[in-house]
T-cell receptor, first 114, second 116 residues
Framework: QKEVEQNSGPLSVPEGAIASLNCTYS??????FFWYRQYSGKSPELIMF????GDKEDGRFTAQLNKASQYVSLLIRDSQPSDSATYLC??????????????FGKGTKLSVIP | NAGVTQTPKFRILKIGQSMTLQCTQD?????MYWYRQDPGMGLKLIYY???????DKGEVPNGYNVSRSTTEDFPLRLELAAPSQTSVYFC???????????????FGNGTRLTVT
């Protein structure tokens, strides 16, 4: 059973601070990693994806991947109240024959305090 | 630009009833997926399809059936509803299997189903 683990939170940070969201995964062969944001009562939306070890930056968001430690994180700089949402970590399972299934973590609820 | 459209938005079923959750996409995507999300939980894959006429089981397929007769439509069927199927159901599509930046998952707005 492939697993993706996240701290459920809630994680509270003051406005303008850096929010750090963490995720670990069990399948050492996983190749692709994704962060989705989900506002309450809404559908998930893709924020970042990362394939290679290291950092990937997109605006205020930075995804970090360490395949040796099976660890992926999302940093949100200059956090805004509008960033308050649940963040879902997802890992791509390339289980052969082109199936490509995403395994999602339970999500971390982030609250940015004005 | 409709994207992925799910109907209905809400439904209450009695135990043992059946229903079909509709999903259609107008982006000519090959890949379509059905997920369920229970409170405080991540999304669990029920079924997916890599193209018309091809479907396969995901992580939690029991109690559900799907069909993919056209590229656009991917309905999910519940034959004998049970309380354990109370959940929010999301349909999603992508152009290819990568699910990455050049082929992200596009989600519908979800169907909130209660079985009592």
């Amino acid at each position: 059973q492939k697993e993706v683990e996240q701290n459920s939170g809630p994680l509270s940070v003051p406005e303008g601070a850096i929010a750090s969201l963490n995720c670990t995964y069990s399948d050492r062969g996983s190749q692709s990693f994704f962060w989705y944001r989900q506002y309450s009562g809404k559908s998930p939306e893709l924020i970042m994806f990362i394939y290679s070890n290291g950092d990937k930056e997109d605006g205020r968001f930075t995804a970090q991947l360490n395949k040796a430690s099976q660890y992926v994180s999302l940093l949100i700089r200059d956090s805004q109240p509008s960033d308050s949402a649940t963040y879902l970590c997802a890992v791509m399972d390339s289980s052969g024959a082109g199936s490509y299934q995403l395994t999602f973590g339970k999500g971390t609820k982030l609250s940015v305090i004005p | 630009n409709a994207g992925v459209t799910q109907t209905p938005k809400f439904r209450i079923l009695k135990i043992g009833q059946s229903m079909t959750l509709q999903c259609t996409q107008d982006m000519n995507h090959n890949y379509m997926y059905w997920y369920r999300q229970d409170p405080g939980m991540g999304l669990k894959l029920i079924y997916y399809s890599v193209g018309a006429g091809i479907t396969d089981k995901g992580e939690v397929p029991n109690g559900y059936n799907v069909s993919r007769s056209t590229t656009e439509d991917f309905p999910l069927r519940l034959e004998l509803a049970a309380p354990s199927q109370t959940s929010v159901y999301f349909c999603a599509s992508s152009y290819s299997a990568g699910a990455g930046g050049n082929s992200p998952l596009h989600f519908g707005n979800g169907t909130r189903l209660t079985v009592t």
